[in-house]
């Protein structure tokens, strides 16, 4: 697997590593860490840059995590025999108690260099309750010499009595430019990525490891099929279930951006008013867009975006979203018979 170089600055990061550095050098670094990062923009990284900070090999004089040596390449190879690593299993969106209960057997045994053990939970709110209380007698009862570093993007989805037991590593959300900046940094010129975060939403590292063209290709097709969907011509269903076997992550990020941009034309014209003129995206249409329906349609994709992970009917919940948007621009006949009206 290939990772972001160690030495790679990210400025977001630099206050979490700044307080584990401290934390190192005043020897007040804590049997468990929990990393608070959203997704996207390095919080799996960060956990990484901190086993690696703890095994780096370079002189004492010299930056660490280094990057170079050989105890930071094995980190981050996923290859160092004292850090090891429990995430979902590739067919699983969970991490089971099986693998909880190895890494906490590995974390009794005596570390191969004679130092700490560390292990990286990532995301540790994929843990399913069974794994999750399995940990818990792990915490409470810390082997000396171990580190755990457990990332979650939402960790309230774990138990309090989990938290309470780790100590808080927050990151903060990067802004667009500062993204931006470090994304043109990274990569080669002339990608707009200005465009591809718009529908990834501000994530950074995620960004670099998607095709750009492909996502603009997606927020075209999304943009015509919504205006398709305002002008009554869309076939919801067989749209649903196309869009819900493919990239339903970005589809439901390119619809929420869609609506959300329709949203703010019309706060741009002062709101008020429970109807819009479509006239930009429609011409000659004579269709105006419902914003009652249009704000049912953004809590609509809002709430498909929560249930994502979940076992839920996605093609059902993208059905029931283009509906709405159906209806948010269903008003043809009666704009046509007021128009005629005042003539
Ligand atoms: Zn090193």
Not at 136 to 157: C, D, I, N, Y
Not at 284 to 294: C, Q
Not at 328 to 337: C, E, K, P, S
């Amino acid at each position: 697997m290939t990772r972001l170089a160690l030495t790679v600055p990210m400025p977001w990061l630099a206050e979490a590593q700044a307080s584990v550095e401290r934390a190192i050098r005043s020897d007040h670094l804590g049997h468990a860490l929990l990393v608070h990062a959203a997704a996207g923009v390095g919080g799996d990284w960060l956990a990484f840059w901190i086993a690696a900070r703890v095994f780096c090999s370079a002189p004492a004089d010299q930056p660490r995590p280094c990057g170079a040596c050989i105890d930071c390449r094995r980190v981050m190879a996923g290859e160092h025999p004292d850090c090891s690593l429990v995430a979902p299993e590739e067919t699983s969106k969970e991490i089971k108690i099986d693998q909880v209960r190895e890494l906490c057997q590995d974390l009794r045994l005596t570390s191969h260099g004679g130092r700490l053990k560390v292990a990286l939970v990532m995301p540790a709110d994929r843990m399913n309750r069974f794994a999750a209380n399995a940990l818990l007698k792990t915490l409470e009862e810390p082997t000396p010499g171990t580190l755990l570093v457990l990332v979650a993007a939402q960790p309230s989805r774990l138990p309090a009595t989990i938290r309470s037991r780790c100590q808080s590593l927050p990151v903060r959300a990067p802004s667009l430019e500062e993204s931006l900046s470090w994304l043109a940094g990274q990569a080669a010129p002339g990608v707009d990525w200005r465009a591809v975060l718009a529908v990834l939403g501000l994530r950074p590292l995620d960004a670099l490891g998607v095709d750009p063209a492909r996502i603009a290709a997606l927020q075209r097709e999304t943009a015509e099929a919504l205006v398709q969907a305002l002008r009554g011509g869309l076939d919801p269903v067989h749209t649903a279930d196309r869009w819900s076997r493919e990239d339903l992550g970005l589809r439901l990020a390119a619809i929420e951006n869609w609506i959300t941009d329709r949203v703010r034309e019309w706060a741009g014209r002062g709101g008020g008013s429970t109807e819009m003129r479509a006239d930009p995206y429609l011409p000659e249409s004579h269709v105006t867009l419902n914003i009652r329906a249009l704000f049912e349609a953004l809590d609509g994709v809002r709430e498909a975006r929560r249930l994502e992970d979940t076992p839920v009917n996605k093609a059902l919940l993208l059905e029931r979203l283009l509906w709405r948007l159906t209806a948010a621009g269903g008003n043809r006949a009666r704009t046509q018979a007021r128009e005629q009206g005042n003539r």
